[in-house]
């Protein structure tokens, strides 16, 4: 048996997985990840998903160069969730230009941009995005 079966997979065998800044703690993405993807990230030591909306295996940063070093695999005591701790090389995880694709927060029951765009993502993708 892999480890790989330890893995609790959904019904369309995806996991979901968090990437955790490996030194801040902070949450920088959320993403589906299938069982090729999990075992290249383990392989690789940089992140690999799944994409739900493009249904390919997408391995992050192929196309702006923001990739994710993999320090750790960890998984939950239900075995149905995984946390990649990373280093974001670039310091942006998200496709919108930001640190974080967490960049809204409820304040005073509005939801309030709490992080600026690093960079613009025309710069980054062109227009793919």
């Known amino acids: ?14 996991v979901p997985v968090i990437a955790q800044d ?6 920088l993405m959320f993403a589906y990840a299938n069982r090729e993807a999990v075992a290249l990230t383990a392989e690789k030591n940089t992140a690999h998903y799944w994409t739900r909306s ?18 750790a695999i960890q998984f939950d005591c239900d075995g149905d969730v995984l946390i990649y701790q990373i280093e974001q090389v670039g310091g942006i995880a ?3 230009g930001r640190k974080s694709c967490f960049f809204r927060t409820l304040i005073n029951n509005e939801w309030q941009i709490t992080d600026e765009v690093i960079k613009d993502p025309a710069k980054i993708y062109g227009n793919s995005h």
């Open 1 to 14: 048996m892999s480890w790989l079966d330890e893995i609790k997979w959904d019904e369309k065998g995806l």
């Open 22 to 27: 490996k030194d801040s703690g902070r949450v």
């Open 54 to 71: 493009r249904q390919k295996l997408w391995h992050k940063g192929e196309e702006s160069g923001h990739f994710q070093k993999v320090s």
């Open 94 to 96: 998200c496709h919108t």
